[in-house]
């Protein structure tokens, strides 16, 4: 069977084509993140507008590089949750109108799942059963996960998400939308020990909980103080390169200690790791350092499938082995579900 998959959750609009052997046969991430860079983060109604103006585009150019036609599809499937409400509505109702047209199935995919999920893709079925820290634009959560389908919640941020962090720091420190990239662009030449900012919850091991709020504001403080010293009111190069190696540094020991803490008390032995952050270089380094210490697996989602896309919406392929379909009044579940 041949199953096309759409991704609409946030700001890509995204759609891939893969077989029930999870071969993919074709692809389509389209970004949005011109129309969001002035504002420094996603603005929702902006998001979901231009989800409506690309998501028949996408699919055409993912079935065409597919070399397949509506007619041969077996199913559709697409995210629907968790995510910004007017975005996934996009993505539902384009998927439902296919699956009444064509009168085939309609499935639904978990995003935090998928996210997991494009460890499955790279590293084979042994991935499960795993703990998966997911961390991303929107989500910086540890699940422990049984199998692909079967997630129990072990802890999450009690405020901002990593990623929102990395964006928001990245606006204080004047670089680019998404500030992920950004920031580690600019702490390539900087000094991670240049200022001590907090880490939250560090070494509190019976808690797998992660808070970003303080550190944001902490950061905020450090650079006011450094342009206070400035009659330009402008950072240098290099302070602002040591504001975003301190800054990530932070994060970065958050999230492996909280992954170690987590695969502890599981005693799992495979880690997971998805999401946009999980494209930070120093956090891909620093996680292998830990698991080649502590001696458990690790698989991180290769680079193209750390930000948001529709191959690894290719979780619903296990949805459809266990006969998982959706009826068609289906809804969107933005918020996250506590599991
Ligand atoms: O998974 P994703 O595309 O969307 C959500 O589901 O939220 O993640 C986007 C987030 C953004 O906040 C972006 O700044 C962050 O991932 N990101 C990174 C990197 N690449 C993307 N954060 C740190 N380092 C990166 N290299
Ligand atoms: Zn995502």
Do not use: W
């Not at 989800?51 to 993912?62: C, N």
């Not at 499955?120 to 910086?140: M, N």
């Not at 880690?271 to 690790?298: I, P, S, T």
């Not at 680079?303 to 809804?331: F, H, P, Q």
């Amino acid at each position: 069977m041949i199953v096309l998959i759409l991704e609409t959750t946030c700001d890509e609009t995204a759609a891939a084509v893969v077989s029930d052997q999870l071969e993919v046969k074709g692809a389509v991430v389209a970004s949005q993140h011109d129309l969001h860079q002035r504002f420094g983060g996603i603005v929702p109604e902006i998001a979901s507008r231009a989800h409506v103006e690309r998501i028949l585009p996408v699919i055409d150019e993912t079935l065409r590089r597919a070399g397949i036609t509506l007619a041969d599809l077996g199913a559709v499937a697409v995210a629907t949750q968790p995510g910004l409400a007017g975005s996934l509505l996009v993505g539902l109702t384009a998927a439902k109108t296919l699956c009444v047209a064509l009168d085939i199935p309609l499935v639904a995919v978990n995003h935090l799942q998928a996210h997991v999920y494009a460890c499955r893709l790279a590293d084979g079925p042994g991935v499960f059963p795993c703990v998966a820290l997911i961390v991303s634009g929107g989500h910086t959560s540890l699940y422990h996960c049984a199998g692909p389908l079967d997630f129990t919640l072990l802890g999450s941020t009690i405020d901002d998400a990593a990623g929102e962090a990395f964006d928001k720091v990245a606006s204080l420190l004047g670089l680019p939308y998404p500030g992920g990239p950004a920031i580690q662009k600019a702490a390539a030449g900087g000094n991670a020990k240049a200022a001590r900012f907090p880490r939250a919850f560090l070494g509190q091991d019976e808690r797998l909980d992660f808070s970003f709020s303080g550190l944001k504001t902490s950061v905020r403080y450090h650079v006011e103080r450094l342009r206070a010293k400035r009659p330009d009111g402008q950072l240098s190069a290099q302070e602002i390169a040591d504001v975003a190696a301190s800054f990530q540094a932070a994060v970065v020991d958050v999230l492996v200690d909280k992954s170690l803490a987590a695969m502890r008390q599981t005693a799992a032995e495979t880690l997971c790791v998805g999401g946009g952050v999980a494209a930070n270089a120093a956090l891909r380094e620093a996680l292998a350092a830990a698991a080649e210490k502590a001696k458990f697996r690790l698989s991180i989602a290769p680079l193209r499938l750390c930000t948001d896309n529709a191959v690894m919406g290719a979780i619903a392929i296990e949805r459809i082995r266990a006969g998982l379909y959706e009826e068609l009044d289906l809804d969107v579940t933005p918020g996250l579900v506590r599991t």
